[in-house]
């Protein structure tokens, strides 16, 4: 079904369709079987022992982790755990791993990750990390893709649902993250509907640290009280600049009203970051008192730590001159995207049917001439007709996100009208348009969100699955597509199901990546206080009610096996070091009775796990991987004695 003749008719249906998340291509037959032909098979087919061309990262969403795909073959390779437990290998369950997840609210196993982004240097994928965001608790991380871990997570104070992250700049000088609530700040209790002009939007800048790409904080700006969708930075000539999609332009604290769209017209901020820079370094902007947490897992020690941080710079874009604009975006735009070459800024109605596109270059004359209509906020708004670039007649019906290839296409997906649009940066046209099964969200080229794209596959991440798969009963996983985009028209050429919600992707050339994927934690760079290099490091000592086990493993026994000694209401802390130096051996630990979980130990690493006997007896304890032939008798026992 498409949208060629979309008239005003249509346009009053959008409500209603949104109602019932309507799918434009739901149940259609050519829909069912695809476009696909034979050899679409041979594009997605990688043989045995042969390896992917791309790495894909999508977001879990709600399952709060990040899943590593192939592409072409959509194979899965590994679940990343980023903000939620993970019992397979003990991720916030060890003692090592908890403090990434405490944040000011205490500890939070859980979150809801929308956004990858990975690492630019000059605008292009340098492989380095991908930083995450969690949406509920606000929060920033980022996974080392050397290792494969996540090696930080930073809670964003003044916010709440970190939704417009996280996108770095093209240096990865920041990653940014934006409020999707705006909230009283400083919190505090007060009236919810004295909302105008008392909640606050802040829109967060962290600073990322060249070598190891530690986080911190550099300044909040305390924008009017939208809601703040998405984001994206400049690159090239907008390098210095960074954008937000907002809603909610009314301040209203309940939606329902806005959801007749008072303002025909929301805006996308355009943030000079530069000139704030310039601003702070002259002493402008004031700390403020914020409590948020700051986790860092160390590699040397293989332990995190959490730090309390009690204060955060902020600014007032009011008092900024030259720092902050407000370019109005019709019909609560949602996708806010730049193109390669950082001339066209994308903003994606989400309740329209026409893709408005603002021009970068229109944005800077318009403020030297001061095109401005007004500055409602205090902040100048500039004149609509003054930045638009142009506007795609696109014919299908609630854009949501656009990527780029590297020949000057776009392509956006259309929830709505359930389908991917092809169309042309600078003359609007469109020139392709594919159904998507069904109701399109996100989409990735790799590099898609660089200077630099990889154009010959497309992913769709769609948000209803229905019949793509043998049912599983009510509860379907996601599902997304791979379409060929290398010649002029897109062709669908694979479908798999996805892990949790994917909200985005991004995707990386293999050789890239894979060449400096790590192999091995390296025993003598092992720093943690109880690892028991060699069986000869192995010991029990006991600090009042406290049990420490340094214990060591290695095809294929634990040192020491039997332990005596320990009475009901002991604490015992197992850190279990595997002596292993070859890739891909990793023993496992679980105790009888644990209310925690097992915990994976990787070769050179010490994993801990915290054990506390109710019952006295003789308890067991075994290894969880089959790592060699007498993987069976790698056991042992624990005596327990009344208290
Ligand atoms: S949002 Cu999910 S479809 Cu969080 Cu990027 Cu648009
Ligand atoms: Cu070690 Cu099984």
């Not at 999508?58 to 990040?66: H, Q, T």
């Not at 194979?75 to 369950?93: A, C, D, L, N, W």
């Amino acid at each position: 079904m498409q949208f060629k003749n979309f008239n005003r008719l249509a346009f009053l249906g959008v409500f209603s369709l949104l109602l019932f998340s309507g799918c434009g291509n739901q149940g259609s037959k050519e829909g069912a079987n695809g476009a696909l032909n034979s050899s679409a098979a041979e594009k997605v087919y990688v043989a045995p022992g042969e390896k992917d061309d791309y790495y894909a990262f999508l977001s879990g969403g709600y399952s709060g982790n990040l899943t590593v795909y192939g592409l072409p073959s959509g194979r899965m390779f590994k679940e990343i755990p980023v903000f939620s437990q993970f019992p397979t290998s003990g991720y916030g369950y060890s003692e090592e791993t908890k403090p990434l997840l405490n944040t000011s609210h205490g500890f939070i196993p859980w979150d809801d990750l929308h956004h990858p982004d990975i690492s630019q240097t000059n605008g292009e994928l340098d492989g380095r990390w991908v930083f995450v965001n969690g949406n509920n608790t606000p929060r920033i991380a980022r996974v080392s893709l050397a290792t494969f871990e996540t090696e930080e997570i930073i809670e964003i104070p003044n916010s709440a649902g970190n939704h417009s992250s996280s996108f770095i700049t093209e240096n990865t000088e920041y990653v940014v993250a934006g409020t999707r609530f705006s909230v009283p700040v400083p919190q505090r209790d007060m009236p919810i509907n004295e909302y105008k002009g008392n909640f606050k939007g802040a829109l967060t800048f962290i600073g990322v640290e060249p070598e190891h790409g530690h986080m911190e904080i550099k300044f909040q700006v305390i924008m009017p009280g939208f809601n703040y969708d998405l984001s994206h930075p400049g690159r090239g000539k907008s390098h210095g600049w960074f954008f937000f999609s907002t809603y909610n332009t009314e301040e209203a604290s309940s939606l329902l009203e806005v959801n007749a769209s008072q303002n025909d017209k929301d805006f996308i901020a355009a943030i000079n970051w530069k000139k704030i820079e310039e601003y702070i370094a002259n002493g402008g902007g004031k700390m403020v008192p914020a409590e948020y947490a700051h986790n860092v897992y160390d590699e040397s020690t293989h332990m995190a730590t959490s730090t309390m941080i009690d204060e955060v710079l902020t600014v007032d874009p009011t008092e900024i001159p030259g720092a902050v604009y407000l370019l109005p975006t019709p019909k609560s735009p949602h996708g806010c995207d730049v193109d390669p070459s950082g001339q066209y800024i994308i903003g994606s109605g989400k309740l329209s049917a026409d893709i408005t596109v603002h021009s970068f270059d229109k944005m800077i004359a318009a403020i030297e001439n001061e095109k401005f209509d007004g500055d409602a906020y205090g902040i100048p708004i500039l004149n609509f007709e003054e930045v638009l670039a142009g506007t795609v007649k696109s014919g299908g019906l609630g854009p949501l996100h656009t990527e780029f290839d590297s020949d000057g296409n776009a392509y956006t997906t259309f929830f709505i009208s359930s389908e991917v649009v092809k169309w042309k940066l600078g003359s609007w046209e469109v020139v392709d348009r594919k159904p998507t099964f069904y109701s399109v969200g996100h989409l990735m080229i790799p590099g898609g969100n660089s200077r630099k794209p990889f154009g010959n596959y497309l992913v769709a991440m769609n948000k209803i699955t229905k019949d793509r798969y043998l049912p599983t009963g009510p509860e379907m996983e996601h599902s997304a597509q791979i379409y060929d985009i290398s010649g002029e028209k897109m062709e669908l050429i694979y479908d798999f199901p996805t892990h949790g919600e994917p909200h985005y992707a991004a995707g990386c050339p293999a050789e890239l990546l894979a060449p400096k994927s790590r192999k091995i934690y390296r025993l003598d760079e092992n720093k943690h206080p109880y690892a028991a290099i060699g069986p000869e490091g192995a010991k029990v000592e006991r600090n009042g009610k406290e049990v420490h086990v340094y214990m060591s493993t290695i095809r294929s026994h634990f040192t020491p096996d039997n332990i005596e000694g320990i009475k009901v209401g002991d604490k015992v802390y197992f850190h279990i070091t595997n002596l292993e130096q070859d890739f891909d051996v990793p023993h496992g630990f679980s105790m009888i009775g644990q209310n925690t979980s097992e915990i994976l130990v990787m070769p050179g690493q010490t994993k801990t796990t915290v054990w506390e006997p109710k019952k006295p007896g003789v308890w067991p304890f075994y290894c969880t991987d089959f790592c060699s032939a007498l993987h069976q008798e790698m056991q042992g026992y624990v005596r327990v004695s009344p208290a």
